[in-house]
């Protein structure tokens, strides 16, 4: 009898840590998420990698369904909070767009790549006129320091870049996975 219970113990044990670590992986998931976009010391030179950068460049949210006060189940969208620093301008691709095919159509020159096809979402224009007064020779705008969210209702990859051609040139891009609750992208 002793043999059982320590076999049945052992079993119990086995089994736990088995399912545990998926368990956690998937609970580990957030449905919300804020990203670095740029490090808020630019200047106009390419090659400033130090300020070029999302971080992280790949990470994962997740689409979780929630039941109302009536019982009725609703989807609630993943969301990605990117913390812009400077002049940046995320732009976010549908699900499916490559990288391969955003850098086919960046322009040799110019300010910004703007390659409008499969735009899933697009945050706040950099070049923005400033919102507030001026004091004292600073605009009070939140054109260059802010936060631009973007939901996501469907699963998938998305390819996010910063749309200022030098920077997205410099490598400022990243994938963004979405999946659902079930951890199915």
């Known amino acids: 009898m002793k043999a059982l219970r320590v076999s049945a113990v052992a079993v ?3 089994s736990l840590c088995l399912v545990g670590p998926t368990l956690k992986a998937k609970d580990k998931i957030s449905g919300s998420i804020s990203v670095a976009f740029g490090a808020g010391l630019n200047t106009a030179q390419p090659g400033n990698t130090p300020n070029h950068h999302i971080i ?19 989807f609630v969208p993943a969301t990605v909070n990117f913390i812009v620093s400077g002049f940046h301008w ?40 400033p919102t507030f007064a001026d004091r004292g020779g600073v605009a009070l705008s939140g054109d260059m320091n802010r936060t631009d969210s973007f939901g996501f209702s469907l699963p998938g990859k998305y390819l996010v870049i910063c749309n200022v051609r030098g920077h997205f040139v410099d490598g400022m891009y990243a994938w963004i996975n979405v999946v659902d609750d079930d951890g199915d992208n």
Not at 57 to 72: P, S, Y
């Open 90 to 129: 995320p732009w976010v691709y549908n699900n499916g767009v490559t990288l391969e095919e955003v850098k086919a159509h960046v322009p040799a020159a110019g300010t910004f790549v703007n390659y409008n096809v499969n735009v899933f979402a697009k945050g706040v224009n950099p070049g923005t006129p």
């Open 56 to 74: 992280p460049q790949q990470f994962t949210v997740r689409i979780t369904k929630a039941k109302k006060l009536d019982g009725t189940v609703v």
């Open 12 to 14: 119990s044990v086995l």
